[in-house]
């Protein structure tokens, strides 16, 4: 389907625009690649329409700045937020639908759990790819029919929340693969909006490095070097590295040179193949150390490997002292 949309004002990171006669003003949000302002507009429509919605994007593109405009123009006070990647299977069914006193060990007091709590209002589940089939049958029914029902529970209720559902993973690619349920993914499907990776989204990267830079200015070729490096950690890692920079500016002339972004060493995919293994365990292990900010234990924890082991490496490549 066709959207025809208007953008009224889009300056720094204020959005004015009219989606089929919905008049919206956005403000903490900085699109100017025509790819993401239609999926800011999907985004507007399917608030207004929809009673779920689903956000697809890689990590650190935007899927909850895309989550905070779909709560603003659905205008609801009450939202829920659930991370679907953080639990056990049997915690997050009792999260989300809630449990009766003494279902469980724990359970020492009914609980509503997160759809009921969401009632009239937002529900949000991030990282749904993680979540298994057997929670993925539960979430499909709590959709298709508003019904839910609570761990040990002998009947149902229904639930009114509007759940938008995020997730960084290729669903398709996760069907294939026997993770992610044929009949979720298309109950779903009508209603997904995907956000394109940076690199795709020159017109982005150009308008987001002039936002978070502020006033500060680039040394030549910082803004060359920005365009060719492929952003695999995209706005996140953009913002992340503009804002280092800029504290290591910050007693000069306030003139971010291209070193002191610190993304010349990261994962350029396109680079890779040319590289031997042990360059390529430096790289990625330099990375990770990295965007950890030169955290040694939440680094490998990333990498999964044992502290000792990433000390070790990080010694063996000379990367600490
Ligand atoms: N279009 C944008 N304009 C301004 N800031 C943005 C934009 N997109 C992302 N950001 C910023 O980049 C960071 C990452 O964005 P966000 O948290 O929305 O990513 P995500 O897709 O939810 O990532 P993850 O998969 O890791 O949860 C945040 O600090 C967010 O504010
Ligand atoms: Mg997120």
Known sequence: MDLSFKILKNEGDLIKMDVEGIKVELKGIVAKSPKMLEAIAWSIVYSATADVICICG?????????????????????????????????????????HKRGSFTDAVSD??????????????????????????????RAIEYR???????????FHNAKVVLATNKNLMDMIKENKFRRDLYYRIEGFTI?????RERPEDIEALIKFFAGDYKFAKGAIDEMFKHNWPGNVRE?????????????YGEKIITWGMLGINKQLNYEVMPKMTLEDMEKTVIEDAYVRCDYNISTASKQ??????????????????A
């Not at 995907?194 to 940076?198: G, S, T």
């Open 238 to 250: 953009l913002k992340n590295a503009i804002e280092r920079a800029k504290i290591k500016s910050l």
């Open 147 to 157: 019904e839910i029902k609570p761990v040990g529970a002998d009947t149902s209720s």
């Open 58 to 98: 890689e990590s650190g593109s935007g899927k909850e700045i895309l989550f905070r405009v779909i709560r603003q123009v659905g205008n609801k006070d009450n939202t829920i937020c659930v991370n679907c990647g953080a639990m056990t299977d049997s915690l997050l069914e009792s999260e989300l639908f809630g």
């Open 194 to 198: 995907l956000i394109p990776p940076l």
């Open 111 to 140: 609980r509503k759990g997160a759809f009921i709590e969401a009632e009239d209002g937002f529900l949000f589940l991030d990282e749904i790819g993680e979540m298994s089939l057997k929670g993925q049958v539960k979430l499909l």
């Open 303 to 320: 990498l999964g490997i044992p502290r000792s082991t990433l000390y070790s490496k990080l010694k063996k490549f000379q990367l600490i």
